[in-house]
C-alpha cells in the first residue's frame, strides 16, 4: 500500500536541511541504500534551493510543499512553489543554464542524474512543481527469498 | 544556519576546512568569510580541506568555483582535499575535479603547489 506524507515550510534557507533530511527519512522505510538516501538529499536541496532563489526570489514568505509517496518500491517527491515560475522550462534544463553566475546551473542536473525521472511542470506567475522518482530496488533484480 | 568554518594563513596559503553541511542556508556567510580573508591576505594557494563536509550541493560548489575563478585569473591556484566518497561524487559529477587538483592531505598539497 501506498505511503504518503505531506510538508510545508516557509521559503528559508534554514528549511533546505529539514526537507532534505525529512524526505530521506520518509525514503528509509524502502529498501535503498546509504548512497541513494545520500542522491535523494542533493536532488531534494537543489529543488527547494530552486523554489527558494528562483521561485520566490529569496523572499522567507513563499511557502514551499512537499509531497513524498512510497510505493512500489519506489519514492515519489514532489515539490512545490507559488512563485514566478519558469518562463521556458526547457532552456532552464540545459546543463550549466544559470541566471546567476556563483551558482553552477547544476541544479537540474543533480536532480536528473541522480533520481530516476524528472518532471518540471511551471507557468509564469504562477509556480513551479518538480515532479522526481527514485525505485528502491529494480523490479526483477532481487533474488526471490527461499523458504 | 552557522557555518563552522577554520581558516588559516600561513605563507601565501589559505587553508579553508568547512564543517558540516554546506548548502544554501550557509553559502553566502562562507563567501563573505572567504572574500574578508582573500581581501586581507596575499593569497596564491587556497585549499578546502573537505573532510569534515558531510553534505554539499550547488550551492556549496558556487562558492568554491566563484573563488575559483577569481584566483585563477590572479594566477593563484586552488585545491581540494580529503573530500568523503559522498562529496566526492557531487565534486566530480560537477565538474570542478576536471579544473582544480585534489590530494589527500593539505601536507600533499602544498608540497605539489607551494
Known sequence: MDNEAKLEFKSLAANVAFARVTVAAFASQLEFTLNDLEEIKVAVSEAVANAIIHGYENRSDGVVTITMTAGNGALEVKVSDSGKGIANVKKALEPSYSTDPERMGLGFVFM???MDTLHVESAPGKGTTVTMSKAAVTPGVKEPIEH | MDLELELEYRQGALFVRPHG???LSVADRFRETLEENLAKNSVSHLVF??????FIDSSGLGVILGRYKKLAQQG???????????VRRILAL?????VMPEYS????AIARVG
Open chain 2, 49 to 54: 580541506n573537505l573532510n569534515r563536509v558531510s
Open chain 2, 94 to 98: 560537477s565538474g570542478l575535479l576536471t
Open chain 2, 21 to 23: 553541511e554546506v548548502d
Open chain 2, 76 to 86: 593563484g591556484r586552488v585545491s581540494l582535499v580529503g573530500a568523503q566518497p559522498q
Open chain 1, 112 to 114: 536528473q542524474s541522480f
Open chain 2, 105 to 108: 592531505s593539505e601536507e600533499e
